[in-house]
């Protein structure tokens, strides 16, 4: 056993801080698995979990044995589970990779947090590509900063943690992070015709995007079958990813196109209805601003209903923006419980509410029940409207204080389609 203190029940190793060593001394145990791999991390505040499922299916078209290591899904040979962190622990992780390495796997498309990072649970991983989407407000619960939190994930794109870079400079941090890395990179980007990889001829629509991408390699055609123009620049970092390792060009921008549906984003549930319902993570303000004008141009002329909480234990500071910018974009807001964690759940809503009431643009109701708030957003929708559940994805588990259970935000809003009459 590894701690901080001497324990009379078991042989122990004391060391200072047993995070700092778990990683290097788990990867040593399981023989170094990262090393056997081509490990393609994705790291940055949102689109972690589209890219590595992007980057996942690239792989897998060009004929590699691939593993997944996903907030949405643990997935590979020997190894198929829904993860209880992002980046699991390094015990953990390393005993997955191992595991990947026992089945053949060549492979391994893996998000990084930025908790993962500082905790030291990748540390012992050695990684072929890695990957920045973006950076916006979010965390500053655990960081004391923007500036501490971008430090931590700029960390990762140094020759000693990676072999190869690759990073979208439309966002501002990106571009800053591109002129202090200290290993091989490669820059993508939608708008910057300077950028190694360029996504040109963006045309979104109901049912996906079309787009061109300009590569050293040569240039070839995208069809995303996932919803939302925000999935382009996860699409693009993901193609990079796996160009930028020599991956052939056309059967990774065949594989990203072969994608229907990721977990939790921008999901789509389908019951009969004659109306859109969408499950999406969504969970700051930089989510909202890139999906919600997106899915109301999905209304053609009906409404947006959305509804909304916010997460206890994380950040309050951002609970009444989000708030805010849903109704800002919605015609309807229906605050509810997400799950609360240790904290008082009226709260919580109460913060999510202030800042929805000071929109001034929305209707506001306040619905603790999540799946009566799921019956009312079906009971109320029309033909041409929009419902979107926002905030918690693929997670299946919520806690109020020392009670966990399972709510599968997919499957209750299915359920409330079937069961609620309309009107």
């Known amino acids: 056993m590894i701690s901080d203190r001497p324990s009379s029940l078991l042989p122990t190793l004391v060391v200072d801080d047993p995070r700092r060593v778990m990683g290097p001394l788990a990867s040593w145990f399981h023989g170094e698995p990262s090393r056997d791999l081509r490990v393609f991390g994705v790291t940055g505040t949102n689109g972690k979990t589209s890219t590595t499922h992007f980057v996942d299916a690239a792989l ?9 290591i996903s907030g949405a899904r643990i997935r590979g040979p020997g190894c198929d589970t829904v993860p209880v962190r992002t980046t699991p622990e390094a015990p953990m992780l390393q005993r997955t990779l191992a595991t990947f390495r026992r089945h053949g796997v060549t492979c391994c ?10 905790q030291g649970r990748v540390d012992g991983t050695v990684f072929r590509v890695m990957a920045f989407t973006n950076l916006s407000d979010d965390h500053l619960d655990y960081h004391e900063s923007m500036a501490d939190y971008f430090a931590t994930k700029a960390a990762m794109f140094t020759a000693e943690r990676t072999q190869i870079a690759v990073i979208d400079i439309d966002d501002d941090w990106g571009a800053r992070l591109a002129g202090d890395t200290t290993t091989e990179t490669w820059t993508c980007s939608t708008t910057r015709k300077d ?14 995007t079309e787009f061109t991408v300009h590569t050293p390699h040569g240039r070839t055609r995208i069809g995303l079958q996932v919803l939302g123009p925000h999935q382009v620049g996860n699409a693009l970092v993901a193609l990079t990813s796996v160009v930028a390792d020599g991956v052939d060009l056309a059967a990774a921008a065949e594989g990203i196109s072969s994608v229907t ?20 993570y969504m969970h ?29 234990g994380r950040d309050p500071g951002k609970r009444e923006p989000l708030g805010e910018v849903a109704a800002q974009h919605a015609d309807v807001v229906i605050v509810t419980d997400e799950s609360p964690e240790d904290e ?9 509410l202030r800042g929805a009431r000071r929109a001034a643009s929305a209707v506001v109701i306040e619905e603790a029940d999540r799946q009566t708030a799921f019956s009312l957003a079906t009971a109320m929708a029309g033909d041409r409207d929009v419902v979107v559940v926002t905030g918690r994805g693929s997670d299946t588990f919520r806690r109020y204080g020392p009670d966990t259970t399972f709510f599968d935000d997919h499957t209750e809003l299915r359920r409330a389609i079937l069961e609620t009459p309309r009107g």
């Open 195 to 208: 950028a190694d990889v360029v996504a040109t001829g963006i045309r979104t629509g109901r049912l996906g």
């Open 109 to 118: 498309a893996m998000e990084v947090s930025s908790h993962a990072i500082d």
């Open 261 to 280: 549906g990721i977990p939790g984003r921008c999901e789509p549930v389908h019951a009969g209805q004659p109306y859109r319902a969408i499950v999406d």
């Open 344 to 352: 008082v759940p009226a709260a919580i809503r109460a913060a999510v």
């Open 284 to 312: 700051n303000t930089a989510g909202q601003h890139a999906m919600l004008p997106y899915l109301r141009s999905l209304t053609q002329g009906g409404r947006l209903i959305v509804v909304i909480g916010a997460t206890g």
């Open 60 to 68: 897998a078209a060009a004929g590699e044995a691939g593993g997944l």
